[in-house]
């Protein structure tokens, strides 16, 4: 499907530029064009498809769905967690749809579920990844990030911790919901479809951008492996050294992933790469300030500490199996 | 006509405010904008995602920023 991109990329670096093939400058002016173009067509297809399905669904349909009584409490976990990569979230939502859940009776563990879905299993990264590494790795990273958010819920259920939320929460009453959300027509779907995709590209293209940069960058001049023996499969502490360096980089999740494929290359091993990605979009800083208006710190404290033991036993687990 | 933005003052919540003044600028509407910051009263319309935009206290639509054109359609309507 790239092979016009990569002629294009071709072209450009030794017939516009005129830079000599096989020099260092070439293979990383070469790579980046490549890269650019390659990453954004699949991004925007990716992120499109993605914002189609979501449209369908709404936190106020998720609700309503998750607050049947009587429900089987694993399938509620699934449920929530499924749900939470579907439906659109912006971290700035996550006071009211935290508040909105546990007011409809929702319990606490599966609304964890859901709200540690929707930030791990992101679009971008989606897309990303699957740009980079093709369908394998981005299914398990779906799959892995399903996995620790029904796992997450479960435990922070069981441990009985609703005192640790804040008083408040439970006094405030939600009104009605009354969004005709279901009423839009396929064409007007497909128009904010398109729009939202845009706005979302907008946003994240500088970081992406800088991404490939960088990662153009090592390519055409740090030789392949030079990592490998910091970060690499045979050091135990790699991987819960890189979930605890993507904490606080939230902001910058969409120019670190094309970088994954260069940390590949030089030697770090998948399931580190795997974790510091998702270290960096599901615990991020931002988000835990806003929560914390909801729950109390030590409620927060065990969110952290459970999302953070999730991600560091996947990045074990892939290093494993993947090597 | 009263014209409630919803939101914990999140970029998205600016940037609606400023498309619903200019949709109103546009029509030539003589309305009040408020700023809804207060997560309970954000709750008591039922709104779980922000940014919302309230139209005399109904609720229109919620987490997304509508553009200047879609807005100007609801005013219209609501006038």
């Given at each position: 499907m790239f092979s016009p991109v990569q002629k294009f990329a071709d072209f450009v670096t030794y017939n516009i530029f005129k830079i000599p093939q096989n020099s260092k400058l070439a293979s990383a002016v070469n790579f980046f064009i490549?890269?650019?173009i390659k990453i954004f067509i699949l991004l925007f297809l990716i992120v499109f498809v993605i914002t189609f399905i979501r449209s369908f669904f709404s936190p106020e349909k998720t609700r309503e769905i998750l607050s049947h009584k009587n429900q089987n409490i694993l399938l509620a976990h699934i449920l929530a967690a499924l749900l939470g990569i579907v439906t659109?979230?912006?971290?700035c939502s996550a006071v009211p749809l935290f508040i909105g859940f546990v007011e409809a009776?929702?319990?606490?563990?599966v609304t964890f579920s859901y709200l540690i879905a929707a930030p791990m299993v992101n679009e971008v990264a989606l897309g990303l990844l699957y740009a980079n590494f093709g369908l394998k790795i981005a299914l398990?990273?779906?799959l892995s990030g399903e996995i620790i958010a029904?796992?997450?819920g479960i435990v922070i259920g069981k441990l009985n911790l609703e005192k640790y939320v804040e008083d408040y929460v439970f006094k405030i009453?939600?009104?009605d919901v009354q969004i005709a959300e279901d009423k839009k027509t396929l064409n007007q779907r497909l128009k904010e479809t398109l729009e939202f995709t845009i706005e979302l590209i907008k946003k994240v293209w500088v970081f992406v951008v800088v991404g490939i940069g960088i990662g153009a960058f090592l390519h055409g001049y740090i030789p392949t492996g030079a990592l490998a023996k910091i970060a690499g499969k045979n050091n135990p502490f790699a991987v819960i050294f890189a979930t605890v360096l993507g904490i606080p980089l939230y902001s910058n999740a969409a120019g670190i992933i094309p970088l994954v494929s260069e940390f590949r290359r030089l030697g770090i091993s998948m399931g580190t790469s795997l974790s510091f990605m998702m270290s960096v979009t599901a615990l991020s800083l931002p988000e835990m300030i806003l929560l914390r208006r909801?729950?109390?710190p030590k409620l927060l404290a065990v969110f952290v500490a459970i999302v953070g033991c999730g991600i560091i036993v996947t990045g074990y687990l892939f290093n494993f199996i993947l090597g | 006509m009263v014209i409630k933005i919803l939101g914990g003052g999140c970029a998205n919540c600016k940037k609606l405010m400023e498309n619903a003044k200019k949709a109103a600028e546009e029509l030539g509407i003589d309305a009040k904008f408020e700023e809804v910051k207060d997560?309970?009263?954000i709750m008591s319309y039922g709104v779980m995602r922000t940014p919302a935009l309230v139209v005399d206290e109904k609720l229109i639509f919620s987490g997304r920023v509508a553009g200047v054109e879609e807005i100007k359609e609801v005013l219209k309507k609501e006038a």
């Open positions: 490549f890269d650019t659109p979230f912006c971290s009776g929702i319990p606490l563990g398990i990273y779906v029904i796992v997450s009453k939600v009104g909801v729950l109390k | 997560i309970e009263k």
